[in-house]
């Protein structure tokens, strides 16, 4: 199995202020023949299912706000919020589809500073 | 938009079986473009995901759950089913059902998922 690891644990972003999440995958996730990074993001909040925020790394769902931004490659992933707002408080989870099972990543929670 | 629901009993004794049911509204799980799932969260931890079938009944299991899981597929109810048997407490979790776009994108995110439930297995 792929395992997925996230860090940090937790942070605490002032309102406004950028925050970074990293995500790392024990074996590359990058299959060599399209290029593709098969990486995904979620975003859960308190009392609600995950939802999907990016896929191929990058690619942002319909509807997600582009403070929202997603990087990496190989086995080293990064979720970017610009510029961090109230209601981003929430746990964050990466998830590699590269192979089965498909995993997901331990989360990292954000709240305000 | 398509929109998920679960069902089914939210206390389980153990070494019985659970068994949930997924109800799609807004969209058809015999429409090919879409694998349907089952996600699992323990109260306070992560995501695991436990596996996918097609409306063709196909499926793929997540290895550490294969030998106690079954999923089935009704089309006539709009409708997909779990199954994990001889269960313990170790499978108190909400369980989520979500849609998988593989067949229409070849990746594997899960979107939309519906509200989650509990259930516990105790005495």
């Known amino acids: 199995d792929i395992v997925m690891t996230q860090s940090p644990d937790s942070l605490a972003v002032s309102l406004g202020e950028r925050a970074t999440l990293n995500c790392k995958s024990s074996q590359s996730v990058l299959y060599s023949s399209n290029n593709k990074n098969y990486l995904a993001w979620y975003q859960q909040k308190p009392g609600q299912p995950p939802k999907l925020l990016i896929y191929w790394t990058s690619t942002r769902e319909s509807g997600v706000p582009d403070r929202f931004s997603g990087s990496g490659s190989g086995t080293d992933f990064t979720l970017t919020i610009s510029s961090l707002q109230a209601e981003d408080v929430a746990v964050y989870y990466c998830q590699q589809y590269y192979s089965t099972p498909f995993t997901f990543g331990p989360g990292t929670k954000v709240d305000i500073k | 938009q398509v929109q998920l629901q679960e069902s089914g009993p939210g206390l389980v004794q153990p070494s019985e079986t659970l068994s949930l049911t997924c109800t799609v509204s807004?969209?058809?799980?015999?429409?090919?473009?879409?694998?349907w799932t089952w996600i699992r969260q323990p109260p306070g931890k992560g995501l695991e995901w436990i596996g996918y079938i097609y409306y063709s009944g196909g499926t793929n299991y997540n290895p550490s759950l294969k030998s106690r899981v079954t999923m089935s597929v009704d089309t006539s109810k709009n409708q997909f089913s779990l199954k994990l048997s001889s269960v313990t407490a170790a499978d108190t979790a909400v369980y989520y059902c979500?849609?998988?776009?593989?067949?229409?994108?070849?990746?594997?995110?899960?979107?939309?998922w519906g509200q989650g439930i509990l259930v516990t297995v105790s005495s």
């Open positions: 979500a849609r998988d776009p593989y067949p229409g994108t070849g990746g594997h995110w899960f979107d939309p």
């Open positions: 807004g969209g058809s799980v015999s429409y090919g473009s879409y694998y």
